[in-house]
């Protein structure tokens, strides 16, 4: 079965960096799209970033895009996100998340890990 | 930005019922809706993508339809484990993915 287990998280100072991984297993990791999508405490839900099956190919939301980069290793099936210059209004639960169709992403996201916190706090 | 309006906040009713839930969008994006349940503690589940289509596994009682800005997931008869929080979101201008505020289902 499909499952997306995030770590990294954790209590981190403004304006210092973190890096998230996703270690990914019971699909073809190589073949589809994966997303990074965030929810605030207490808050919705905000899509962050996406990499195409190929790691070509990168997109992201407006109020990240500069200072985070999405990638991915499809040798160790593992997806991550390197945080930069963090805010305190990046403080969330990153999710990452499986594209729902193979090759090029639809955006719609058919499997979720667990989620890892992030607290931007000093 | 396309801004997804959802509608109620907070949604009472009783096992059995029929529930409704709106989701409005700023401006037309087409059939590029998807459903999603979440409850306290977990992560989304996809439901509907499509705006009509059940994902992988859901129950035929949860049903989406419509097109353009105006959109509606119907739980036929609730079951006790359907009191969650719903999101819709769109994919209509990707990369710029939008979700709703969210509806709260509760138990009356």
């Known amino acids: 079965q499909v499952q997306l287990v995030e770590s990294g998280g954790g209590v981190v100072q403004p304006g210092r960096s973190l890096r998230l991984s996703c270690a990914a297993s019971?699909?073809?990791?190589?073949?589809?799209?994966m997303h990074w999508v965030r929810q605030a405490p207490g808050r919705g839900l905000e899509w962050v970033a996406v990499v195409s099956n190929d790691g070509n190919d990168k997109h992201y939301a407006d109020s990240v895009k500069g200072r985070f980069t999405i990638s991915r290793d499809n040798s160790k099936n593992t997806l991550y996100v390197q945080m930069n210059s963090l805010r305190a209004d990046d403080t969330a639960v990153y999710y990452c998340?499986?594209?729902?169709?193979?090759?090029?992403?639809?955006?719609?996201?058919?499997?979720w890990g667990q989620g890892t916190l992030v607290t931007v706090s000093s | 930005e396309i801004v997804l309006t959802q509608s109620p906040a907070t949604l009472s009713l009783s096992p059995g019922e029929r529930a409704t839930l709106s989701c409005r969008a700023s401006?037309?994006?087409?059939?590029?809706l998807a459903w999603y349940q979440q409850k306290p503690g977990q992560a989304p589940r996809l439901l509907i993508y499509?705006?009509?289509n059940r994902a992988t596994g859901i129950p035929a009682r949860f049903s989406g339809s419509g097109s353009g800005t105006d959109f509606t997931l119907t739980i036929s008869s609730l079951e006790p484990e359907d009191f969650a929080l719903y999101y819709c979101?769109?994919?209509?201008?990707?990369?710029?993915?939008?979700f709703g505020q969210g509806t709260r289902l509760e138990i009356k």
């Open positions: 998340a499986k594209d729902q169709k193979r090759g090029a992403a639809d955006y719609y996201f058919d499997y």
């Open positions: 019971g699909f073809t990791f190589s073949t589809y799209g």
């Open positions: 979101q769109q994919r209509s201008n990707w990369p710029r993915i939008t």
């Open positions: 499509g705006a009509s």
């Open positions: 401006q037309s994006v087409s059939s590029y």
